[in-house]
């Protein structure tokens, strides 16, 4: 599992909260995602990191922000959640040199999220 | 815009038989495809990654197989197990690309 967590495992909110979601890892990987998965358009990446500070948008990044002040810790955040952000959100790590050759990516447990 | 696309999107075979599951992809332009597993309820496992140089890798049970030119690949299973009951995905890097890709993925039934 390449040393994932992810942080709370479930979550129930409201409309118009904000909530931070958790990604950490154990091995120092530079390269961390955060992917949401949903019926009918599958996976789709909502930012990515590529080391401290330093991080770029996917192609659903509307709503959302992330941080990295550390290696091992990827934080997304939904400003003002939405009934749209209910959905099961994966960090995920790049492993560059892994057993499967390079480039594999590792996904934790999955966060899932009820926005009411 | 790369897109991918895994039929059937379910599947159910009887144990012992051996399977293949079908994933596509529009732009051939790749840099590598990734086989994945997701039990219900559970993250993703890496089950097999083709860079675009290779034709096929294998592990275990599991053989992937890469045909860039056609935009299609196959993961191929030898002797079905009730274990193996999951959804498979497959994802493409494209070159230059940080994201992957994903299709929807097959949901795959042993029966017993």
């Known amino acids: 599992d390449a040393g994932i967590t992810q942080s709370p495992r479930h979550k129930v909110t409201e409309t118009g909260t904000p909530v931070t979601l958790r990604c950490h890892q154990t091995e120092n990987h530079r390269y961390m995602y955060w992917y949401r998965q949903d019926p009918g358009h599958g996976l789709r990446l909502i930012h990515y990191?590529?080391?401290?500070?330093?991080?770029d948008k996917g192609e659903v990044s509307d709503g959302y922000s992330v941080s990295r002040s550390k290696t091992e810790d990827f934080l997304l955040t939904l400003e003002s959640a939405t009934s749209s952000q209910t959905s099961v959100y994966f960090c995920?790590?790049?492993?560059?040199?892994?057993?499967?050759?390079?480039?594999?990516?590792?996904f934790g447990p999955g966060t899932r999220l009820t926005v009411l | 815009k790369q897109e991918v696309t895994q039929i059937p999107a379910a599947l159910s075979v009887p144990e012992g038989e051996n399977l293949v599951l079908n994933c596509s992809f529009t732009d051939s332009a790749i840099y590598n495809l990734q086989w994945f597993r997701q039990d219900p309820g559970k993250g993703l496992t890496s089950l097999l990654l083709?860079?675009?140089?290779?034709r096929e890798q294998t592990s275990g049970r599991l053989n992937a197989s890469l045909d860039k030119s056609s935009g299609r690949s196959t993961l191929y299973i030898a002797a079905s197990q009730p274990g193996d009951s999951a959804t498979y995905l497959c994802?493409?890097?494209?070159?230059?690309?940080?994201?992957?890709?994903f299709g929807q993925g097959t949901r795959l039934t042993i029966n017993p």
């Open positions: 994802a493409v890097k494209g070159q230059g690309a940080q994201k992957l890709v």
């Open positions: 083709i860079q675009s140089s290779q």
């Open positions: 995920a790590i790049r492993l560059d040199r892994g057993p499967r050759g390079t480039d594999t990516q590792y």
């Open positions: 990191s590529y080391g401290v500070k330093d991080t």
